[in-house]
T-cell receptor, first 109, second 115 residues
Framework: AQRVTQPEKLLSVFKGAPVELKCNYS??????LFWYVQYSRQRLQLLLR??SRESIKGFTADLNKGETSFHLKKPFAQEEDSAMYYC???????????FGTGTSLTVIP | EADIYQTPRYLVIGTGKKITLECSQT?????MYWYQQDPGMELHLIHY???????EKGDLSSESTVSRIRTEHFPLTLESARPSHTSQYLC??????????????FGPGTRLTVL
């Protein structure tokens, strides 16, 4: 069963425009949700996690348990935001970890 | 410097060969993971380990095997490589019971091609 769904493989926005990368999940119990990012020629790295409730590089994500979503948002996209973004889900114990298929974001100058 | 190392970074090998993908971490983490990723597809967890002498299979069935004899080392072995094993393999680690609970740190990956 698909645990994490990212409906958009590719997303292009203009610099300064708002951006939203969608993520929906399916999991019984209380998962922990993450967004990972992979910049060109760099490793996959954590961007943010729902437990921290923090804003990283201007990005925020709110866990909506009713809609089982964890969309990533930024009000004003920058060129350096161009990257591959993966939504991920973990059980609270960390012994189950699922990644989405990723969304490639391109910010057009 | 604390890091996760994977070798080789690229490997092209013929069918039937035995290969071992190396993963070492100097992060001091107890948990380690192996993921398989095909182009444009999600990462699939194939093996994980909670500590020395502890290994489990992940969500995706894999013909590979792993071992965890030392905390910092988590090699993955394919006894007889086949073209279907062509993929990118990512190693990751995490530490239980810290403020970064469940955060995984990734290595640079090994891109395997089996001819």
């Amino acid at each position: 069963a698909q645990r994490v769904t990212q409906p958009e493989k590719l997303l292009s926005v203009f610099k300064g425009a708002p951006v939203e990368l969608k993520c929906n999940y399916s999991y019984s119990g209380s998962p922990e949700l993450f967004w990972y990012v992979q910049y060109s020629r760099q490793r996959l790295q954590l961007l943010l996690r729902h437990i921290s409730r923090e804003s990283i590089k201007g990005f925020t994500a709110d866990l909506n348990k009713g809609e089982t979503s964890f969309h990533l948002k930024k009000p004003f996209a920058q060129e350096e935001d161009s990257a591959m973004y993966y939504c991920a889900l973990s059980s609270l114990t960390g012994n189950q970890f699922y990644f989405g298929t990723g969304t490639s974001l391109t910010v057009i100058p | 410097e604390a890091d996760i190392y994977q070798t080789p970074r690229y490997l092209v090998i013929g069918t039937g060969k035995k290969i071992t993908l190396e993963c070492s971490q100097t992060m001091g983490h107890d948990k380690m993971y192996w993921y398989q990723q095909d182009p444009g597809m999600e990462l699939h967890l194939i093996h994980y380990s909670y500590g020395v002498n502890s290994t489990e299979k992940g969500d995706l069935s894999s013909e590979s095997t792993v071992s965890r004899i030392r905390t910092e080392h988590f090699p993955l072995t394919l006894e007889s490589a086949r073209p279907s094993h062509t993929s990118q393999y990512l190693c990751a680690s995490s530490q239980t019971g810290t403020s970064s609970y469940n955060e995984q740190f990734f290595g640079p990956g090994t891109r395997l091609t089996v001819l």
